[in-house]
């Protein structure tokens, strides 16, 4: 049986563990049997890091995982220049002259100045990598999870109908651009969108969500990220946020009591605005999903932790 | 191992210093660093002008810069005892090159320019035209500093760039890109040895014309024709604000938090930098976890389970709370040392994590405060 989705894509602020949170969803969805390809587009090699394997390659695409639960991960760093010139051998069967407009500089003019061709480029890789199940190809995957741009371009990134505008209107690019829009408006594909409880990650949320709207593209979820979960009540938060009442802990020093307290005030205060910010993300109205601090740091023991986490919480198989 | 300490009120009251260029990877609180630091070094009386480039709206009120405006603006509510002043700007991309096309093409030119629907595309959304437009800003306040005398300092936010260090490369890609062998052979200009690759450029061009379209061609061939004139002002400030970012009257403070990834950037940017003999001053590590509190995670753990979990809900909680900082700081400790060691030269300075988002000149004082105070 296929997964729910064929396609996702994560994005999300710097720093709000976009990657992280990307490989850990590449590593729930490959179960028993699965190849699931995760590709980056920024040639920032976070999946390479992540994972601690070598640098990934624009072409090849190299298992970089086996899970517990019997899959395994393939990785891809995407580059807009390198698409392109692929593009142009497929199409047009222009190898030789591919390479000759790469001398010229014609390959980086493209894909800098035609406003979008970058991004369309990229999505129209990933969109190829979604297809080769259709097409039987020997180098399928069960699916594809991507480590989008981050939330501040999502919406750009992903409206590929605008990127093409620019461009010419005949040809394969423009051809392929309707399909790659009906896929991502589709349950086919699914948006993610990675947050931590700060103030400036949830606001570029809400933006995000609030930009893709227009464009048929809907979030599937949105991700709250380093979420510190606590047994306390708005109220026993809030008394101690105020760092009045003494703590009396036995086997502390009055000193490390006091210390305590006014530690724990500002722990409260901030788990309290923790929980403002999640009423926030609610009022999106769309899923939310909750991962856990691991203070413990990233290693490949935890990434599988924010895998189950995630195999919990995300719809990530197909209903009966 | 312990890095030396990154002393940013030496930097400050140095006369020398003319500009501050805060680098680092998105996310760990550039724009905070560099306005905290134009802050304090105004209030400690130098004549500062902030460049930033995209604040989040309520630090953006804060300073006094809205979504309008590409001029500097005084900041409300600085205290000027030491005979000190602030300006702060934000950067408009598309208005800071409008700017230059209409200063430097002749006035015929220049509206037909600015209607280019190509020039359009480049103005608001060439990848490094942001980057290009910061260098560009920075060299027009740099004169205008130097002109009349109205500021002895610049501090400079940097893009959040695609990758690390884009505005370096930015003016040498655009202008690479609009002066290169490609936009030659579209115009019909090239010479030498590249006159004999016309042949094949044919084949070249006609594949352009299927991808981008006849008319966007047309455009640019339209738009690189009129740009034609302004390429000599364009490469030359090009060349001298590189010279001006590489001169002692300028230093770089790269930005990151102790965190594994914003390392990671932080040392490609400092082994950058150091490469291109660009001066670096220092590491300033925000959002850097600390406890007054000396007891360990595990004795906290173990007096935890010790006691009542109805009775004691709060005291668990807290002490819990505690055992993960503890657990986080022996974290970032290790992080920060590893990094040290791999690159001694480099001094830094650490700022605590702040309980609430700094939003206020207030909030802005008390972060230069820990910017500066001996770790």
């Known amino acids: 049986m296929p997964p729910r989705h064929r396609l996702h894509i994560v994005s999300g602020k710097g720093g709000a563990g976009k990657t992280t949170i990307a490989g850990a969803l590449a590593c729930a969805l490959a179960t028993r049997g699965r190849r699931i390809l995760l590709c980056e587009v920024e040639g920032r090699q976070g999946i390479a890091e992540l994972f601690g394997v070598d640098r990934l390659g624009h072409a090849a695409e190299p298992r970089i995982c086996r899970t517990p639960s019997g899959g395994i991960v393939h990785g891809l760093s995407m580059d807009a220049e390198d698409a392109l010139l692929e593009y142009l051998d497929t199409f047009y069967h222009l190898r030789f002259a591919a390479r000759a407009l790469d001398r010229f500089g014609a390959v980086d003019f493209a894909t800098s100045v035609a406003p979008g061709l970058r991004d369309v480029l990229l999505t129209g890789k990933v969109y190829e990598a979604v297809r080769r199940s259709d097409k039987k190809h020997p180098n399928a995957y069960d699916a594809v999870v991507l480590d989008a741009p981050p939330t501040g371009r999502i919406a750009k990134f992903l409206n590929v109908h605008a990127a093409v505008a620019g461009l010419a209107r005949i040809g394969p690019i423009h051809g392929q651009a309707d399909s790659i829009m009906r896929l991502l408006r589709s349950t086919g594909a699914a948006v993610h969108l990675v947050t931590l409880l700060e103030d400036m990650p949830v606001t570029e949320t809400e933006e995000a969500v609030a930009a893709l709207r ?23 938060l809030q008394r101690a ?3 009045t009442t003494m703590l009396q802990v036995r086997g502390l020093t009055d000193q490390q009591n006091r210390l305590l307290t006014v530690e724990f005030a500002d722990e409260a205060a901030r788990t309290l605005q923790h929980r403002e910010r999640h009423l926030r993300l609610t009022s999106l109205g769309v899923p939310l999903a909750e991962i856990a601090l691991d203070p413990a740091g990233m290693d490949q023991a935890a990434l599988f932790t924010i895998a189950e986490q995630l195999r919990e919480q995300i719809e990530l198989e197909a209903g009966p | 191992m312990t890095a030396a300490f990154f002393d940013i009120d030496s930097i400050i009251s140095d006369p020398q210093t003319k500009i501050i260029i805060c680098c680092g990877a998105g996310g760990v609180g550039k724009t905070t660093t560099s306005a905290a630091v134009a802050v304090r070094a105004a209030e400690a009386g130098r004549k500062v002008v902030v460049l930033t480039i995209d604040p989040a709206r309520r630090l953006a009120q804060s300073l006094g810069v809205g979504e309008l405006g590409n001029t500097p603006r005084p900041v409300p509510g600085l205290e000027k005892t030491n005979g000190g002043s602030l300006d ?6 598309k208005r800071t090159f409008d700017d230059v096309v209409i200063a430097h093409a002749p006035p015929d030119k220049a509206a037909a320019m600015l209607q280019n629907p190509f020039y359009d595309a480049l103005s608001s959304s060439f990848s490094g035209t942001q980057e290009y437009m910061a260098m560009e800003k920075l060299g027009q306040l740099h004169h205008q500093a130097q002109a009349n005398g109205s500021w002895d300092l610049i501090v400079v936010d940097t893009p959040p760039a695609r990758s690390a260090l884009d505005f370096l490369d930015a003016p040498e890609h655009l202008s690479d890109l609009l002066d290169g062998p490609f936009i030659r052979l579209l115009l019909g200009t090239a010479r030498g040895p590249l006159r004999l690759m016309s042949a094949g450029f044919h084949v070249a061009s006609s594949a352009m014309t299927k991808l981008l379209g006849g008319q966007l061609l047309r455009d640019i061939q339209t738009f690189v024709t009129a740009f034609e ?3 000599g002002g364009f490469r030359q400030r090009a060349a001298e604000t590189l010279a001006l970012l590489s001169s002692t009257h300028t230093t770089f403070l790269v930005v990151s938090t102790p965190q594994r990834d914003a390392l990671r950037e932080a040392a490609y940017f400092v082994d950058r930098l150091t490469e291109e003999q660009m001066p670096l001053s220092g590491l300033v590590i925000n959002r850097v976890h600390a406890s007054q509190l000396k007891v360990s995670a595990e004795r906290a753990l173990a007096i ?36 040290s060691a791999a690159r001694p030269a480099v001094p830094r300075t650490l700022v605590a994590t702040l309980a609430s988002d700094v939003t206020d000149l207030e909030a802005l004082r008390r972060v230069g405060v820990l910017l500066a105070d001996k770790d």
């Open chain 2, 88 to 93: 702060a700007m934000m950067l408009d991309m």
């Open chain 1, 241 to 243: 946020s105020t760092g």
């Open chain 1, 214 to 236: 227009p464009t048929g593209i809907s979030v599937e979820t949105v991700i709250e990220n380093k979420v510190i979960t606590t047994p306390l009540d708005d109220n026993q």
């Open chain 2, 229 to 231: 004139t302004l390429f």
């Open chain 2, 304 to 339: 935890a389970e010790d006691l009542d979990p109805h009775a004691a809900a709060v005291e668990i909680e807290a002490l819990r709370r505690h055992a993960a900082l503890e657990r986080a700081i022996d974290q970032e400790r290790l992080l920060l040392d590893r990094f």
